[in-house]
T-cell receptor, first 112, second 116 residues
């Protein structure tokens, strides 16, 4: 099992550019999540998908969109990148509410 | 609103000594509680969780945590620290409710430094 995979690992964007962060899990988990991690702020939820075909906003959704393409894949799109979106982005998945989350290795994004 | 507090940004402990990383929480109803560890340039890894039952939970790498309902705390402990335990530790809480999405709230993290 690969677990949760994310691409790319690193990305540098100019302000206004767009990009999509990809996430896939091979554990047949129902729920998938996108977080951003900033120093001193812990993890903040951007969007989540409780099951295939559904997505909902988290704490900090502005400037982002998501697609739950199928049960395995959950992508995060930045339509017009801003310097405030410089962060490390983590995808996670879990089977049920009582279960732990499994995290991907992260994408380090810099917007200049 | 639910919340998690990790009052120490950094904890320093000598190798071989016991360690404690503190966590207190606020949630409506009974909680699910989790500890995760993050090594540099890696994603978070699950250490242990409390759902119901015994207040002392044992997890990976010799770590354990004690759930204290009256103090709303879930402190992470290890009897003898290793240099390899040096990492960033996150506490997380989710409400124990049935049905629907249950939000997970993470603390801001505590950096553990084990000194040889």
């Amino acid at each position: 099992n690969a677990g949760v995979t994310q691409t790319p690992k690193f990305q540098v964007l100019k302000t206004g550019q767009s990009m999509t962060l990809q996430c896939a899990q091979d554990m047949n988990h129902n729920s998938m999540y996108w977080y951003r991690q900033d120093p001193g702020m812990g993890l903040r939820l951007i969007y989540y998908s409780a099951s295939e075909g559904t997505t909902d906003k988290g704490e900090v959704p502005n400037g982002y969109n998501v697609s739950r393409l199928n049960k395995r894949e959950f992508s995060l799109r930045l339509e017009s990148a801003a310097p405030s979106q410089t962060s490390v982005y983590f995808c996670a998945s879990r089977r049920e509410t009582a279960d732990e989350q499994y995290f991907g290795p992260g994408t380090r994004l810099t917007v200049t | 609103a639910q919340s998690v507090a990790q009052p120490e940004d950094q904890v320093n402990v000598a190798e071989g000594n016991p360690l404690t990383v503190k966590c207190t929480y606020s949630v409506s109803g009974n909680p699910y509680l989790f500890w995760y560890v993050q090594y540099p340039n890696r994603g978070l890894q699950f250490l242990l969780k409390y759902i119901t039952g015994d207040n002392l939970v044992k997890g990976s790498y010799g770590f354990e945590a004690e759930f204290n309902k009256s103090q709303t705390s879930f402190h992470l402990k290890k009897p003898s620290a290793l240099v390899s335990d040096s990492a960033l530790y996150f506490c997380a809480v989710s409400p124990l409710n049935s049905g629907g999405y249950q939000k997970v709230t993470f603390g801001t993290g505590t950096k553990l430094q084990v000194i040889p």
